[in-house]
């Protein structure tokens, strides 16, 4: 969409029906927050922002509230500066628009824990060496019933039929009708949907762009997603795990990185075309995941949903076309390698805030690029079927063990800065002590409606 001016946007608004817009960020909780103003103060507030408390870079899934060293307390206020680039109208949401926004101090400095500057950051610096990538987030949810028959906060399928299965395509068949049609006013471009295996999960893809547009994208989907759930009556679950012990909802992300033009994973003389640098960045990937687990599954019921034999690849190694390596190498058809070759990061669920995964694997790749790093040996088969002692690490099993990983890890801890980082980590101890005790029923119930 071309670039309009905020006067421009506002007429265009008003004309066509918007009475006001939504300026949404994803806190550290990976919660969408929001402020709304009508549409005849876009203008406003984007010249001066919107006030917010920095307060909500501690706030928890409950919305219960936590503090840490930078940041915390009732005291100072942000401004939330709209992206007019990304505005969309809602078609979902008759008389919505929406639009992402940075989060400035009042002096106009970027606010250090803002999320989406950070990713904005790291493309930045990754721009300085040449490099730009490409990703897109895959959306897994849960479509349930609501009122009486889902018995308050119960997760009850939307849709009956086997996994994969036409039947719920038919059975579904105006929802995706109207998701679909209402993502393509949205101009989203969507690659494909599909029936996913847990009763009442679906799946989306979209097509790959920049990191951050690839966030702000999620943020969107995920919204027009909940708005035409709604409209039918029915609700979306994007939770890691929605029924403890069935497959969960994953986020995958798939990357590639480009270097004057070129697909750095394809091409190349190593192993399945990937360059030198490819693979350098590949293998700062696969030793980052423990660390980044914190980031990409990083609630208390990811650790649910991250265990073998469920796709959710829980173990720390790479395999092309390998479902239960975290890192799956994608090299595309016989003929797409130069525009398809991409790597799948599988451990990354629906409860993550996009902006911290995107800028987190953007500063690792790029730390990594020019470390001339060598894979391991690639697994070939589902990890959990070799001889214990053959298997490849696990993930962190628990989100204590996540954050351990993340507070010893310099990439990251340098990449995000000590205030993001440490009201990051703040929330994942507090959420921890939040579920502390509590059975995996109670954790999906208290989580399932949240994300
Ligand atoms: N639902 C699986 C997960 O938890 C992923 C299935 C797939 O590979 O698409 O990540
Ligand atoms: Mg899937």
């Given at each position: ?146 009122g009486p028959e889902a018995d308050g906060g ?270 990051l980590l703040a929330v994942r101890r507090a ?21």
């Open positions: 969409m071309a670039a309009r001016s905020p006067q421009e946007w506002t007429a265009e608004l008003a004309a066509t029906g918007v009475n006001a817009v939504a300026l949404t960020w994803v806190d550290n909780a990976g919660i969408t927050r929001v402020k709304t103003v009508p549409t005849a103060r876009l203008e406003h507030a984007a010249r001066w922002g919107v006030g917010m408390s920095p307060v909500f870079d501690v706030f928890c899934v409950d919305d219960s509230i936590t503090t840490s060293t930078h940041i915390g307390g009732p005291v100072g206020d942000l401004r939330l500066f709209p992206d007019l680039d990304a505005l969309r109208v809602l078609a979902a949401l008759p008389g919505w628009a929406w639009t992402p926004v940075n989060r400035l101090r009042q002096d106009r400095r970027t606010h250090p824990a803002c999320q989406r500057s950070f990713a904005q950051r790291m493309v930045q610096l990754a721009e300085v060496d040449g490099l730009s990538f490409r990703m897109a987030f895959e959306i897994e949810w849960f479509v349930g019933l609501t119960d997760a009850v399928p939307a849709c009956q039929g086997p996994a994969y299965g036409m039947t719920r395509v038919v059975e579904l068949g105006a929802y995706v009708r109207d998701l679909l049609a209402a993502l393509a006013e949205q101009g989203v471009p969507v690659d494909q949907f599909h029936p996913e295996y847990a009763a009442g999960q679906l799946e989306l893809s979209t097509a790959a762009t920049d990191p951050v547009s690839a966030a702000d994208r999620l943020v969107l989907v995920r919204e027009t997603i909940r708005a035409v759930s709604q409209a039918h009556g029915l609700r979306a679950s994007f939770a890691p795990v929605v029924v403890p012990g069935a497959v969960g909802n994953g986020g995958h992300v798939h990357l590639s990185a480009w270097l004057s033009g070129h697909n750095l994973l394809a091409g190349g003389p190593g192993r399945y075309g990937l360059t030198g640098r490819g693979e350098s960045m590949l293998a700062g990937l696969l030793a980052a995941l423990p660390a980044l687990c914190a980031i990409s599954a990083p609630s208390v019921p990811s650790y649910l949903r991250l265990v073998p034999q469920r796709w959710a690849a829980p173990y720390q190694c790479w395999g092309r076309e390998n479902r239960e390596a975290a890192l799956r190498l994608v090299t595309g058809t016989e003929g797409s390698q130069a525009t398809a070759a991409n790597a799948e990061v599988k451990c990354v669920d629906g409860s993550a805030n996009p902006y911290l995964v995107a800028g987190a694997l953007v500063a690792i790749a790029t730390a990594a690029a020019d470390r001339g790093l060598k894979l391991p040996p690639e697994v070939t088969v589902d990890p959990a079927t070799l001889p214990p002692d053959e298997q490849p690490p696990r993930l962190p099993r628990s989100l204590t063990d996540a954050v351990r990983e993340l507070d010893r890890d310099d990439v990251l801890g340098t990449a995000l800065g000590e205030p993001l980082l440490a009201a959420e921890v002590e939040l579920f502390k005790g509590q059975t995996p029923e109670q954790v999906a119930a208290a989580s399932r409606w949240k994300y």
